[in-house]
């Protein structure tokens, strides 16, 4: 089982950046996709979280309006776009995968994305 992450970088204040997380050697299109991000110093967080066929989509109140979670199940891909960054978006962000039953779960191993100018 595999979820690897891609896309983080250095932004500056007002910029855009787009996360993509590939799964593998799972069930892709059965499980509920999410978005967390941990900053130094801080708890792990929920960003944005997508249902396993997309219909659902929640978000964090820090990030509606400025990003998007939508997923492609035929590529066992998710994605995070993110526009409008500040810097208190600054953090690792993880891509995570559960069940609706709870287990299993998976975890990627995290990108970091720096917003600074």
């Known amino acids: 089982v595999q979820l690897v992450e891609s896309g983080g970088g250095l932004v500056q204040p007002g910029g855009s950046l787009r996360l993509s997380c590939a799964g593998s050697g799972f069930t892709f299109s059965s499980f509920a996709m999410s978005w967390y991000r941990q900053a130094p110093g801080n708890e792990r967080e929920l960003v944005a979280r997508?249902?396993?066929?997309?219909?659902?989509?929640n978000y964090a109140d820090s990030v509606k309006g400025r990003f998007t979670i939508s997923r492609d199940n035929a590529k066992n891909t998710v994605s995070l776009q993110m526009n409008s960054l500040k810097p208190e978006d600054t953090a690792v962000y993880y891509c995570?995968?559960?069940?609706?039953?709870?287990?299993?779960?998976?975890w990627g191993q995290g990108t970091q994305v720096t917003v600074s100018s």
């Open positions: 995570h995968g559960i069940l609706r039953a709870g287990v299993p779960e998976y």
């Open positions: 997508i249902s396993s066929g997309g219909g659902i989509i």
